[in-house]
């Protein structure tokens, strides 16, 4: 672990995302109908983002975040900041139907061809990538700006980024294919971080959502209808992920690897219930991901069935740490310290139990206009994350 930071004890934090609260929300919504000015919405987001910081401090998270309160989708922390995909007009408003099946407790399939932004549907390069914009740095600054706490930024990794890329269509922007587009996405990348490490920031998350494809044979399959080799895409996602973080000591960075966040309202009940993305356990890609990745805090989903064992666990080499997902965002039931504390006894019979902690399975939003658990419901289980790291660690 990176001990300069002092995050090599930390046990209890969330993903990044957090609820819109209403009044955003509909600032949000009349901003995109062209109803409310930049100046508005920006005044919206500084005025929530520093209440839920006061809330994020009083519930007693020692890192804490802006809740990707800028963002229509989490993905945007890549999407909004580079120029050359070819990004249909009115976008913004595909994110309303982004899902294509609604059913509870089934995949839900999402058009990847369709003509919606980028990263969010696969589109095709019409010129060389460019930085534009450091949305994370901007939210960092803020956020720093009005907490003596750790503040966590949050970025999309090369991995989704390259998985959401039309290469066959971009030959003549990018002759060398995936390999040099994702050269491209590090490059831009490495120079948002450096950015962000000369801010002052010290713990960095990756999300990276797209590894769990290749333990998923819905995912496979059309990787390989479009003459993609998943095991070279695996290979090249690792080198780009460890090329992102290389060469910025005293930085943690947290790497988050999960079966996708969707989720829709059972229209018998009326309660949120759990969708995914993808299936398949760890077990397929834990040793490669644990002894290749170069991160240090893996925080991962283990909130339901479709998680697996813990037995992958047993690859996680010494001195890296395990951020247990065992608190869904997918249903308002609020586990019990009790609950929580035997799962987290079941995992470490596989890891030990210093190299622990506890989380959330994925962020609470994800996105502005998915739906979401409330929130009251949110703060109550990040309540009850901090309460069980300190029964479990005595410390969060």
């Not at 690859?315 to 308002?332: N, Y």
């Not at 998915?370 to 994350?385: A, F, G, N, T, V």
Request: charged content about 30%.
């Amino acid at each position: 672990m990176n001990a300069d930071t002092g995050l090599h004890t930390l046990r209890a934090e969330h993903i990044g995302s957090l609820v819109h609260p209403d009044p955003l929300r509909e600032v949000f919504e009349r901003h995109d109908r062209y109803e409310a000015g930049d100046d508005e919405l920006q005044r919206a987001q500084d005025e929530t983002i520093q209440a839920i910081i006061r809330k994020q401090e009083a519930v007693g998270l020692q890192v804490v975040g802006d809740g990707e309160l800028r963002r229509r989708n989490f993905q945007e922390s890549f999407s909004a900041c580079v120029s050359g995909f070819d990004v249909p007009r009115q976008s913004i408003r595909f994110y309303v139907h982004e899902n294509v099946n609604t059913t509870p407790l089934e995949r839900a399939e999402q058009d990847f061809n369709a003509a919606g932004p980028a990263i969010v549907t696969r589109r095709k390069a019409v010129a060389r990538l460019s930085l534009t914009r450091n949305l994370p740095l901007e939210e960092y600054r803020f956020a720093s700006g009005v907490t003596g706490r750790v503040v966590k930024p949050t970025l999309i990794g090369p991995d989704r980024i390259a998985q959401r890329f039309k290469w066959e269509d971009s030959r003549s922007v990018y002759p060398g294919g995936m390999d040099e587009f994702t050269d491209d996405v590090v490059r831009i990348e490495r120079s948002m971080i450096a950015d962000l490490v000369a801010a002052g920031c010290r713990y960095i998350q990756i999300d990276a959502p797209g590894y769990t494809a290749y333990v998923d044979q819905v995912s496979l399959d059309r990787m390989r209808s479009r003459g993609e080799d998943p095991d070279e895409n695996l290979k090249r996602s690792i080198r780009a992920d460890n090329a992102l973080i290389d060469g910025f000591p005293g930085v943690t960075f947290g790497i988050h690897l999960c079966r996708g966040n969707a989720r829709t309202h059972d229209p018998v009940s009326g309660e949120l219930v759990p969708q995914w993305h993808r299936e398949g356990h760890y077990d397929a890609i834990a040793e490669r991901l644990f002894n290749g990745l170069r991160h240090h805090r893996f925080l991962l989903e283990y909130d339901s069935e479709r998680a697996g064992s813990f037995e992958p666990l047993r690859f996680v080499p010494a001195g890296k740490a395990i951020v247990l997902g065992l608190v869904t965002t997918k249903s308002a039931r609020l586990e019990s310290v009790d609950e929580l504390r035997r799962r987290v006894d079941e995992a470490g019979r596989h890891c030990p139990l210093e190299q622990l902690a506890l989380s959330p399975q994925c962020g609470f939003a994800s996105g502005l206009y998915h739906e979401s658990l409330s929130e009251d419901d949110q703060w109550r289980k990040l309540e009850r994350i901090v309460e069980t790291a300190a029964a479990i660690w005595g410390e969060a």
